[in-house]
């Protein structure tokens, strides 16, 4: 299995927050329409003094199917929620070891 975390540092407009919120609710609905995608979970930064806002933890099967995720529709769709206010993503992907 492989982990994926990604971070994502938003514009900190009124609007990105609410952004933020919608994205993290479509993500946490990926992993019933999007193969390979075991699990997935989402948090919004509570502490003001980070400069990170948003973060997604993703278990996949393989690295294959963390390019299939990146290009599956519903995933696109999700992104697209804060794209207008992303200004920056930082992202980690590795493989679980038993």
Known sequence: MTR???MF???GSQESA????????????LPEVIPGLISMETGINE???????VVLTATLRSFADI???ASHPAHVAAAAIIAPYRTDRA???YNLTD
């Open 4 to 6: 994926h975390i990604v």
């Open 9 to 11: 540092r938003l514009d």
């Open 18 to 29: 609410g952004a933020a919120r919608r994205f993290c609710d479509a993500l946490q609905s």
């Open 47 to 53: 502490n003001p003094a980070e400069q990170w806002h």
């Open 67 to 69: 390019a299939q995720y």
């Open 91 to 93: 992202c980690v992907d």
